[in-house]
């Protein structure tokens, strides 16, 4: 019986693997989406996310503002539930139907403190395509295979128990290569720290400035995988890493967001300060340089949005400001109704914006931004959107929402 | 006993093979497991083993929670939970009479029975209300506040039809067993809304009672590190030099739900400054607690004049049981100190200067000062 268990699962994992390797192109693999852009070169998104587009909607057993993501099919989300939400979930639902394959839970090693605002299930999981890493605000970080397999096991918190914010640690954890890399930074132990994706190992750790942060890694993509890098933001400080070794390569010493995360293009990268400065990063000379910079881009919660050639920066007042990735001249703005905590993500000509009470906001990017819809989800929303295969996919507290026209 | 052979059978052969020696190496294997990845490769080859088990093993992966590490015990969690998951789904059955043993056992640690309460209840709808009443006072907390939560489900349905006595009854045999802060404010609140007064700081074990002293000078966080004369001796006639001038001990009390201890108002509404909060806890045995701290101000916890937790963060969340360390009372008298240190952040919320400290025994319950 046991060679038979053992031989089906061969047979899923062969399977599995075919729909891995044919399903890349449409998987949402990490927070802002596989390139940290919250950009999808979808089409065919419904502009309407009503009952009409309501493909399914999947109920979570834990809170969270840790956003979907999406590989091979799959959706996995991470929860917490428990008086002190110290009871880790994650979930794996499949994209399809919505039915629920699989869920793991854990017991959190470090401290579940946090702003009752939030939960500890606030960090984005990430995936390579083959295995998902999950991290809490325990600072605990599981790795399973899409079968829900573990593969590893570490409390960053357990280890280091002064490591911790109790608002809550949110930033979302980054696969580039083969390192994990997960950045906590805090008034305790701040430091980040990059672990081998395959064996939980660490690869390197480095003591980062003592300040709250909740921004996440982001990846700065180079003209090969082989050639990626990591931008880590600190309060005071952005900085370029190897991540295999952490060697920094380069660094802008100068007040950072701490919870809106850069945003890259190619070699530009988007750095959100008491505005935004627009930079180029220099490979053969390992600079930095300033572009420009923009008071008027001014930042709310979420990250920036680039595309074609424009980057759209949602303001803590609900203003969606369009200007150009160039120069930074405004060239339209349009008032939704915030706040906002969510990133918005563009699909098609549309960009899609959740604010925390769940109005869902649809605005149609062009010469002029225009609100073409807008609709409710339930309160309380805190995680970005993720696209894939024509659908887009919101996490409230209670449920993923799966919205796709029907084929 | 027909029915105890026939469910090993049906165990036995429901699904894999792996033998219980084997299975017992694969846990011993996945149970060295520690910081820093130690062990990984060991456990995760023994994790795929062992996720092969058939449900008539559970009980077996569950009982080597009792001695693992909280890094193990989650290994072990989820190769339960994957065994479970798959075996529900397959045969719409788990071995529901070991599970509620082993919930029922209470010689086993809370991990392992809350677990198998986890999958015995996903198998066995009927088993949370034939077992929670039984949990009220539950060594495990986790079983304990879902019991809790029912006599509150209970008191509320009873409010909604009316019956407001039985609904009183319900929310105080459910506050007398409650040990989280969240269920005890809102039995608190429940009840007062019908009429019963609770005093909820002494039900939290929060201490309201202060001797408070300063500001003594914070300027550039500096007086973090320096020990400045109440740290030196308890006197609580002495005065010392402070940043505006002489200071002396005066009386300060905590107020509302969760006894705050405001030295905005109790000392002078200043950035860049140190207080100190002392008192004198009466305890007619030794005991070992817990004093359980929530503060956004950088903080220090002397207990008889050994300095048992210190937090020097500023403004960074504030919530009930923020920290937590562990002291042993004497018998007699204790003092209590705590050092509150302000920063010069500017933001208006970062002017709150306060804690609130409450004392507990290991599973939660209040203890207060016996005088």
Redesign the interface.
């Known amino acids: ?2 060679v038979t ?2 031989q089906a699962g061969i047979c899923r994992g062969i399977l599995l693997a075919l729909i891995v390797l044919g399903a890349t192109g449409a998987d949402w693999r990490q927070f802002r989406g596989t390139d940290n852009r919250s950009v999808s070169d979808d089409k065919g998104l419904p502009t309407a996310c009503g009952p009409e587009t309501l493909a399914w909607k999947a109920p979570l057993p834990g809170r969270g503002p840790a956003g979907p993501i999406v590989v091979a099919g799959r959706v996995f989300v991470a929860a917490s539930s ?3 939400q110290d009871c880790l979930r994650l979930l794996c639902l499949d994209a399809q139907s919505g039915k629920q394959l ?6 959190a ?1 470090g401290s579940t ?4 605002f939030g939960a500890v299930a606030d960090c984005t999981p990430a995936s390579d395509g083959r295995l998902v890493v999950a991290l809490w605000s325990s600072n ?1 970080l ?1 790795c ?1 295979d899409l079968e ?8 960053l918190g ?2 280091s128990p002064t490591t911790r ?4 640690m949110a930033s979302s954890p980054l696969i580039v290569q083969d390192t994990v890399v997960v950045q906590l930074e ?3 132990a701040s430091f980040a720290t990059g672990i081998d994706l395959q ?4 690869r390197w750790r480095q003591a980062r400035e003592q300040a ?1 942060n909740w921004t996440s890694p982001t990846v700065l993509r180079g003209p090969t995988p082989a050639e990626d890098l990591v931008l880590l933001q600190s309060r005071s400080r952005l900085s370029v890493h190897d991540p295999r070794s952490g060697r920094e390569l380069a660094a802008r010493d100068h007040f950072c967001h701490t919870i809106a995360s850069s945003t890259t293009v190619g070699d530009r990268i988007y750095r959100p300060n008491d505005g935004i400065e627009a930079l180029r990063w220099d490979a053969a000379t390992r600079q930095l340089v300033t572009l420009w910079d923009e008071s008027r881009l001014k930042s709310g919660n979420p990250c920036p949005v680039v595309h074609n050639g424009r980057i759209y920066v949602t303001k803590s007042a609900g203003i969606v400001v369009c200007a150009s990735a160039e120069d930074g001249n405004t060239l339209w703005q349009v008032r939704l109704k915030g706040p906002f905590w969510a990133t918005p993500v563009i699909a098609g000509a549309h960009l899609y914006a959740v604010n925390h009470a769940g109005l869902m906001q649809v605005v149609q990017l062009g010469e002029e931004g225009k609100l073409v819809w807008s609709g409710e989800l339930e309160p309380g929303v805190l995680a970005s959107p993720a696209v894939s295969d024509g659908a887009i996919y919101f996490r409230t507290d209670g449920h993923v929402w799966k919205f796709a026209n029907k084929r | 006993m027909i029915v105890a052979w026939t469910s090993i059978c049906f165990w036995a ?1 429901s ?4 033998p219980d020696e084997e299975l017992r190496t694969h846990l011993a294997a996945i149970c060295q ?1 520690d ?3 130690k062990g ?2 060991q ?2 080859e023994a ?2 083993q062992l ?2 088990a058939n449900a008539g093993q559970l009980n077996l992966m569950l009982g080597a929670l009792d001695t693992a590490n ?2 193990a ?3 072990i ?3 339960v ?2 065994v479970a ?1 798959r075996e529900l789904a397959r045969t719409g059955r788990l071995p529901l009479a070991d599970l509620e043993g082993l919930v029922l056992d209470r010689s086993h640690g809370p ?1 392992t029975r809350e677990l198998a309460f ?1 999958w015995l209840v996903q198998a066995d709808h009927a088993a949370r209300e034939r077992l929670l009443p039984g949990m009220l006072n539950d060594p495990c ?2 079983l304990r ?1 879902m019991a809790v939560e029912r006599l509150m489900n209970q008191g509320r349905d009873l409010v909604e039809q009316g019956d407001k006595p039985q609904a009183v009854k319900r929310y105080e045999q459910a506050l007398a067993a409650a040990r ?1 802060v ?2 005890v404010r809102a039995l608190g609140e429940r009840l007062n809304k019908l009429g019963v007064e609770v005093d909820l700081p002494r039900k939290l074990g929060y201490v309201v009672g202060w001797q408070v002293i300063g500001p003594f000078d914070n300027v550039g966080d500096k007086g973090y590190e320096v020990a400045y004369g109440p740290e030196k001796e308890v006197n609580q006639q002495a005065e010392y030099p402070g940043k505006q001038g002489p200071v002396r001990w005066k009386p300060g009390e905590g107020t509302g739900p969760f006894a705050t201890v405001d030295l905005n108002k109790l000392l002078v509404m200043e950035k860049g400054v140190v207080g100190y909060a002392l008192n004198e806890f009466h305890s007619s045995r030794e005991q070992e607690v817990e004093f359980r701290v929530s503060s956004a101000n950088a903080v220090k916890l002397w207990l008889n004049g050994r300095l048992i937790d210190e937090h ?3 403004h ?4 009930p ?2 920290y937590v360390s562990r002291g042993t009372l004497q018998a007699g008298r204790n003092t209590i100190l705590v050092k509150l240190c302000q920063n010069e952040q500017t933001q208006d919320w970062a002017k709150v200067w306060q804690f609130q400290l409450r004392v507990c025994d290991l599973q939660g319950a209040a203890v207060n000062s016996e005088r």
């Open positions: 019986m046991a268990m053992h428990g008086g002190g699989w869920q793991r839970q854990m017991w090693t403190v946090h702003n009752s605990d599981a399973f829900g397999n573990l593969k590893w096991f570490r409390g357990y280890e914010n109790d608002v809550g805090n008034y305790g064996t939980g190992q660490t709250s | 052969l699904a894999g093979s792996l497991v910081q820093q990845g990984h490769a456990a995760a994790w795929s996720a092969q909280p890094l015990a989650n290994w969690r989820t190769v939970d994957a998951e991990k986890v907390l986790t506040r989280d969240d269920q020097h963060v500023y960074s969340g504030v919530q049981d923020q």
